[in-house]
């Protein structure tokens, strides 16, 4: 298993651009998410799907989109990039661990920078 | 105010001492409690997970619960160079929710 798999690793853009963040995981798992990692502010929820053709926005969803056309594939779309979205790009999977809560898996993260 | 509160850091220790880690919290519906460990330039990944208050051990970690206080902790016995990590608490309220919260992380340096 690759396990969880991002790309591009880094990313230079200008400000106004737009681009996808890609995200696959091949663990069959149906819980994917997307957290921005920022100094002195931990993982922050930006979006997250429970399946195929199901998203919901999590704590920062501001000019971000995603979709989840298939099980494995979860990318993020910016929109219009602004220099605030400058950060580390963590995509999650999961699976419900017994009757409990969820093991997250996290791929190797997109270091963006908005110029 | 931060749902979750920790501990910022760095910290810097030498090899074989213990290294004491804590995050408090404001939401008292959080039920799990997790640890996970951050290389640098890696993602995190599930180091030890508590389901309400007490202890759990596993290995030279050790993770510890108190609701009462809202305070959890992580301690590592007879640390390693290659304990040196950024830490994070994470927390989640309901049986089977995946939304996590998660604290800033404390950077931790293991000297050799």
């Known amino acids: 298993n690759a396990g969880v798999t991002q790309t591009p690793k880094f990313q230079v853009l200008k400000t106004g651009q737009s681009m996808t963040l890609q995200c696959a995981q091949d663990?069959?798992?149906?819980?994917m998410s997307w957290y921005r990692q920022d100094p002195g502010m931990g993982l922050r929820l930006i979006h997250y799907?429970?399946?195929?053709?199901?998203?919901d926005q999590g704590e920062v969803p501001n000019g971000y989109n995603v979709s989840r056309s298939t099980t494995e594939d979860f990318p993020l779309r910016l929109l219009s990039a602004a220099p605030s979205q400058t950060s580390v790009y963590f995509c999650?999977?999961?699976?419900?661990?017994?009757?409990?809560?969820?093991?997250?898996?996290f791929g190797p993260g997109t270091r963006l920078t908005v110029t | 105010q931060k749902e979750v509160e920790q501990d910022p850091g760095p910290l810097s220790v030498p090899e074989g001492a213990i290294v004491s880690l804590n995050c408090t919290y404001s939401n008292s519906a959080f039920q799990y409690f997790m640890w996970y460990r951050q290389y640098s330039r890696k993602g995190p990944e599930l180091l030890m997970y508590t389901y309400s208050s007490g202890n759990k051990e596993d290995g030279r970690f050790t993770a510890q619960v108190d609701k009462s206080s809202k305070y959890i902790s992580l301690f590592i016995r007879d640390s390693q160079p290659s304990d040196s990590a950024t830490y994070l608490c994470a927390m989640s309220g309901r049986t089977r929710d995946y939304k996590l919260s998660f604290g800033a992380g404390t950077t931790v340096t293991v000297r050799a």
């Open positions: 663990m069959n798992h149906e819980y």
């Open positions: 999650a999977s999961s699976y419900p661990t017994g009757t409990s809560t969820y093991e997250q898996y």
């Open positions: 799907s429970v399946g195929a053709g199901i998203t």
